[in-house]
Each structure stands twice: as C-alpha cells, then as structure tokens.
Nanobody
Framework: QVQLVESGGGLVQAGGSLRLSCAVS????????MGWFRQAPGKEREFVAR????????YYRDSVKGRFTISRDNAKNTVYLQMNNLKLEDTAVYYC??????????????WGQGTQVTVSS
C-alpha cells in the first residue's frame, strides 16, 4: 500500500507562486511515476503534470506549460509541483498520484486526499 499526503496549498493572488509537496510512504517510491491532477468546482478532474520514476520525461497539460514544474526527490520520497504566475483558472483541489507510464499514457494507482489552491484577483 502507498500513502500520499499533499501539502503547500493555500490562497494566493493572481501572478503569485505556490509549491505543492507530496510525501509518499509505503512501497518503494522511486519505482513509481508521479503526477498531479486537479479538480475545480463544478468541473471534472483533469491531468496537470507527471514525471517518470527517473525524474525525466516530465509532461504537462498545455495550460500550465511554462508556468508549472514537476520534480521529485527520490531520497526524500517527495514529489513537488512548483506553480508560478498563477491564474484564477488554476483554482482547484490538487491531487498527488502515483502510478506508471506506458507510451503516452499515465496510469494512476494511488491518490492523495488533495490540497486546496485558491487564486484570487
């Protein structure tokens, strides 16, 4: 079993920055691809970013490219999402995930409980 605990969410003004962290415990963290999803009020959950177990091949949804950076520290069993130049439409609950990558697909196996990010004008 794998447990994921997110932190770092909060309230920030548009144009500001936040860094989300996800601490992972349980099975070997370094063997999993890690990712972030988000869900805004009244909308479906959507993919944000993912990174392979090696730390390479990061992939992002188009709307966050150039603003968000996903990274991982396998020694600390932690994955990060650095979010810069935040926009109102980035407001959502952000979920950390662990899974695997095959080709262009990211398969999620485990989910955290989520952390709220609210961007104000």
């Amino acid at each position: 079993q794998v447990q994921l605990v997110e932190s770092g969410g909060g309230l920030v003004q548009a144009g500001g920055s936040l860094r989300l962290s996800c601490a992972v415990s349980g099975r070997t963290f370094s063997t999993y691809a890690m990712g972030w999803f988000r869900q805004a009020p009244g909308k479906e959950r959507e993919f944000v970013a993912r990174i392979r177990w090696s730390g390479g091949s990061a992939y992002y949804r188009d709307s966050v490219k150039g603003r968000f950076t996903i990274s991982r520290d396998n020694a600390k069993n932690t994955v990060y999402l650095q979010m810069n130049n935040l926009k109102l439409e980035d407001t959502a609950v952000y979920y950390c995930t662990a899974g695997s990558v095959s080709g262009s697909y990211y398969y999620t196996a485990y989910w955290g409980q989520g952390t709220q990010v609210t961007v104000s004008s």
